[in-house]
């Protein structure tokens, strides 16, 4: 919620927790590293409802933790396996005053079908874990999971202002394609706040099958359908106990729509179109990573492009954390998993954040969900490692996560923070926060920001943002077309072979401060430096996009000429599509 992770309950490797906690992800204070809390003393039971002080959630693994929205303050907790028994209790949390509330389930308004009186106990979800779930417009929604002994794929909605449960069966509650019987897929909603919301999930196990199918579910017309997956594509392998987060850019709190508005309708709209149904936030990606498919606790970390529908498997330079040394083996990722001998009494883990002056509190190793066990010992590591953007290697101490299944992952601008799980042998409490290769977090202050105030500076035409005293370093003029665009030699032969044999080769353009350009109009040259610059490109149009793919591969630039691809790729239709191919083969691009 905004900065601030939320973490209840969990296996501590011997019993099911409880405790719950929260970690400041952006601390104040230049140098500062996150720092968890306790929020409250773990609670005893559970099963009082009263508002006194240490009252909540018993204890549990394998819960939901589900962020209703970023206005509302709220968390909420349902089901869960607690050691003996399965549970279906629903809390509800309220961060602003910082209790605990259990909903009693009521009876659906209205009565039966013909609008009588309803007797007995009200509807509710059947006992379960590793479901999933999501909220929109005041209703929770719960799907699949394992109650003990059936894997499901019920779907059932909960409305918040009456605490009532009603299933939505195929046919009538929901449409669509319903994904098969399955407990601990991963899943995500997107556009959460919007007439777009979608909840997805990718994975999970049928208690015979690992499987690597992806769905959504959109909201609004309460709708499920299969995500785009190229047959002939990589994709993650078959697995279930992984974890998964959006990037949808920079975080905003979505505004805070009125009761009445059509999101809080309690009927689903009409279906919406497939467009409709896939309109995701332009360059929002889903991460996937780590789980378990059988044989092995994986580390693997995938990205899903909604632009493009594909999969990319991102690879961590970087040594991978050895696990820790108990000497034998512990459970395993919770009912419904793989069986194996019980924990050790104390389980350890590795240190993500070396010479960082003891650098770790001891929180009690958990799976999945975990905090500190000294509420009073601050965490004190130091600066996270951002992996040199994932494609680098970063120097040789910083460690990369080791493979792990039953992990927590949460996401905050473009740094993902993951926290515990199993690798198979024992039950971690390490931390890490990963820098993804898109984006920018908050509160960093990149290298591009600068070098684009430098090109709208010196280049004559980039508009708003220049600085008069960086004009002065343009040390070359390019003529395009009879428009003069200015720019640095340093940056252009740093950035560019090209335009390092160009400017430094011995031709007779090194020698001159005015270089005539042929064969690009002017607006192409100064988006190819404007990505020379800031390694992107704005405004970038379906007109605008062919001569720039023309303009990158006459200047070597495969980066850049990837870029308009992709665009060019999801931009394309019917009527484009035989403009583009005449346009390419006249340029003779491949």
Wanted: contains cysteine; aromatic residues 10%; charged residues 20%.
């Amino acid at each position: 919620m905004g900065s601030t992770l939320y973490l209840f309950g969990g296996y501590g490797g011997s019993s099911r927790l409880s405790s719950f906690y929260s970690c400041d992800l952006l601390p104040q204070g230049r140098g500062s590293s996150p720092e968890w809390r306790l929020l409250d003393p773990p609670p005893g039971s559970g099963s009082d409802t009263s508002q006194g002080p240490g009252q909540g959630p018993g204890p549990r693994e394998n819960n939901g933790v589900i962020l209703r929205d970023l206005s509302s303050g709220r968390l909420y907790v349902f089901a869960g396996y607690n050691g003996s028994t399965w549970l279906n209790d629903l809390w509800e949390f309220d961060a602003g005053s910082g209790r605990w509330t259990e909903h009693e389930y009521g009876h659906p308004p209205g009565g039966g079908a013909a609008g009588g009186t309803l007797t007995g106990p009200p509807p509710a979800p059947s006992p379960r874990f590793g479901y999933v779930g999501g909220i929109h417009g005041g209703r929770l929604y719960v799907f699949g999971g394992y109650d003990g002994s059936r894997w499901l794929n019920d779907m059932w909605s909960f409305e918040l202002a009456t605490s009532s449960w009603t299933e939505l069966r195929p046919g009538g509650g929901v449409s669509g394609q319903v994904p098969s019987i399955r407990s601990c897929p991963c899943w995500s909603v997107a556009r959460a706040g919007t007439e777009h919301a979608t909840l997805l999930l990718y994975g999970g196990y049928d208690g015979v099958n690992r499987m690597a199918d992806f769905h959504g579910f959109h909201f609004g017309s309460r709708t499920w359908f299969q995500m785009p997956q190229p047959p002939d594509m990589p994709r993650p392998s078959p697995r279930y106990f992984h974890g998964c987060v959006m990037y949808e850019g920079e975080p905003a709190p979505p505004p805070a729509k009125p009761r009445g508005s059509p999101e809080a309708s309690d009927e689903p709209s009409k279906t919406p179109s497939a467009a409709t149904l896939l309109s995701f936030k332009p360059g929002s990606k889903l991460v996937v990573l780590g789980g378990y498919n059988g044989s092995d606790r994986l580390g693997d970390i995938w990205i899903y492009d909604f632009d493009l529908c594909h999969w990319t498997e991102l690879y961590i330079s970087g040594h991978t954390s050895p696990p820790a040394q108990d000497g034998q083996e512990n459970s395993s990722d919770g009912p419904g998993g793989a069986t194996s001998p019980a924990p050790p009494s104390q389980p350890s883990s590795p240190d993500p954040f070396p010479g960082a002056d003891g650098a770790f509190p001891p929180p009690a190793p958990r799976d999945p969900l975990a905090g500190p066990l000294d509420p009073d010992s601050p965490l004190q590591p130091s600066a996270a490692p951002d992996f040199g953007k994932l494609y680098a290697a970063p120097p040789p101490h910083w460690a990369k996560p080791s493979g792990r299944s039953s992990l927590v992952v949460e996401c905050h601008g473009s740094t993902i923070y993951l926290f515990g799980g199993y690798n198979g042998s024992v039950v971690l409490n390490d931390f890490y926060s990963l820098e993804l290769p898109f984006g920018k977090s908050p509160g960093r202050s990149g290298v591009a920001d600068s070098l684009g105030r430098l090109f709208r500076s010196v280049s004559g035409g980039g508009g708003d943002g220049g600085d008069e005293a960086l004009e002065k370093t343009r040390d070359v003029t390019f003529d395009v077309g009879g428009e003069m665009v200015g720019a640095n030699r340093a940056v252009l032969a740093c950035r560019s072979e090209y335009f390092k044999m160009l400017l430094t080769g011995g031709m007779a353009e090194s020698k001159s401060s005015l270089i005539k350009v042929e064969d690009m109009d002017a607006s192409t040259f100064v988006k190819v430096l404007e990505y020379l610059y800031t390694d992107a490109v704005t405004g970038l149009t379906s007109a605008s996009a062919v001569p720039l793919l023309i303009a990158a591969e006459m200047t070597l630039l495969d980066e850049l000429k990837t870029l308009c691809e992709d665009f060019i790729r999801r931009d394309i239709s019917v009527s484009t599509v035989c403009g583009l191919l005449i346009t390419a083969e006249r340029s003779q691009v491949a």
